[in-house]
């Protein structure tokens, strides 16, 4: 169950990284409410995961789950340049999630 809430955690710092960047400074109400609430259910549950899951672990996989799924976003919607060389080291973020889950 860590685990599940741990990726879900993930998942959701990926919706408050790109909801403050379309905040714009926290100007806009809809992303700075978004921003807020996936803020809040991100580090409950980061927290939630860290009491059953080693510390260094669960922070490595919450930040390349959210920093990964960030720029996977950005590159879709066109927000961000799309490269070969962006993929392989956006794999190899993923490579070491699922490697830190495997040696757990």
Known sequence: MSWLVLVLSGVLEAVWATALGRSQGFTRPVPSV????????????LAYAMRALP??????????IGAALTVVHAMVTGAESTSALKIVF??????????????H
């Not at 999630?97 to 495997?102: D, H, M, P, R, S």
């Open 90 to 103: 956006l794999l190899m973020i993923i490579g070491g999630v699922v490697g830190l889950k495997a040696s």
């Open 34 to 45: 978004i921003f807020v609430v996936a803020l809040i259910a991100s580090m409950a549950g």
């Open 55 to 64: 510390t260094g672990t669960s922070y490595a996989v919450w930040v390349g």
